[in-house]
């Protein structure tokens, strides 16, 4: 999907969850570490991920990956093999008590993908889905449960915050405000990623 900043959006939870539906053996085998809240092994995402970038490279931005070392090491591998180095790495801080906030709240078209939320971004009844322009599907996911998501955030902190250190040193790293509102982080990851347009 290409969104406003004309950049092709792959997120490897949307990935992951289209292969759970479809009832794939990748499907199959994610769909237990995902309802626990763990990762999935490295060699599977890395392998959806090659075969995404293989197909075309296009501008992209890439979401919930890397989320590991190894899969930071494997994605610098593939982009070097494309001649497409990275532009930039955003990390969004927010709180812990936010973010278990953000994710009890969270909906989603189980359609057209979009989110909303609650409190800060309601759905309103004439918001149509994206795909089908009728109603959207909402859903609340089965790892927002207040649970899983203390499993994932600790995973988080293990697995995924090294990563800051590895971008950091290597320059990439922009440090934005995830805090703010819905269009005031749009906006900066808008000036950051395709400043001027
Ligand atoms: P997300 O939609 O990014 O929150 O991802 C949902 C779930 O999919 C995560 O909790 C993991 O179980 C799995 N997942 C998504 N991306 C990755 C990744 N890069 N590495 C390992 N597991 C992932």
Redesign the pocket.
């Known amino acids: 999907m290409k969104d406003e900043m004309h950049l092709t959006h792959l ?4 990935l ?2 289209a292969a759970v539906a479809a009832g794939t053996p990748l499907g199959l085998e ?1 769909r237990r ?2 309802d626990a ?4 092994p ?1 060699e599977v ?1 890395i392998g959806m991920i090659r075969e995404r970038l293989d197909a075309g490279a296009e501008d992209f931005l890439l ?6 070392i190894a ?1 930071a090491e494997a994605l610098d591998d593939m982009l070097s093999d494309l001649g497409a180095p990275l532009d930039a790495v955003l990390l969004l801080s927010v709180s812990r008590a936010e973010l278990v906030r953000r994710l009890a709240g969270r909906w989603l078209c189980r359609t057209c993908g979009r989110s909303w939320h609650e409190v800060s971004n309601p759905h309103r009844r004439d918001e149509d889905c994206l795909e089908t322009g009728k109603d959207c599907d909402l859903y609340q996911r089965d ?1 927002d449960r207040a649970e899983t998501v203390a499993n ?1 955030l600790d995973v988080y902190d293990a697995q995924t915050a090294p990563l800051v250190g590895y971008y950091r040193e290597r320059g990439l790293l922009r440090e934005l405000d995830g805090e703010r509102s819905l269009e005031d982080v749009y906006a900066q990851i808008e000036a950051t990623v395709a400043p001027g347009r």
């Not at 979401?63 to 590991?68: K, M």
């Open positions: 997120a490897t939870g949307d992951l969850r994610a570490f995902m809240g763990e990762l999935v490295d995402v979401d919930g990956f890397p989320r590991t899969q790892d994932r």
